[in-house]
């Protein structure tokens, strides 16, 4: 049973930094792409960062040059670094992952975590 689990959201003034943490667990042969979402109340999730297997790593236009996606991949870990945070990115982060697991590849979401962005 593969999980994703994210840590590392909280209240966060704004201007300031967080920096969230994915680890994935469970009988993993190879994580292949990663990526973060978020999703604010009432609307429907959005792509914040995606990191592909091999090719270029992409950012919604809104976080391009505060944000930064990486991986750990000795660790199952992704990671999203925050910078100038801004109110309006109060939301649920997920994590999303393609991962490669007892011979079958598939998608997975972590159940997110809360990032408040409040003075």
């Known amino acids: 049973q593969v999980q994703l689990v994210e840590s590392g959201g909280g209240l966060v003034q704004p201007g300031g930094s967080l920096r969230l943490s994915c680890a994935a667990s469970g009988s993993i042969s190879r994580v292949y792409a990663v990526g973060w979402y978020r999703q604010h109340p009432g609307k429907q999730r959005e792509v914040v960062a995606a990191?592909?297997?091999?090719?270029?790593?992409n950012y919604a236009d809104s976080v391009k040059g505060r944000f930064t996606i990486s991986r750990d991949n000795a660790k199952n870990t992704v990671y999203l670094h925050m910078n100038s945070l801004k109110p309006g990115e109060t939301a649920v982060y997920y994590c999303?992952?393609?991962?490669?697991?007892?011979?079958?590849?598939?998608?997975?979401w972590g159940r997110g975590t809360q990032v408040t962005v409040s003075s």
């Open positions: 999303h992952a393609e991962i490669s697991s007892d011979y079958v590849s598939r998608w997975y």
């Open positions: 990191m592909p297997s091999g090719g270029t790593t």
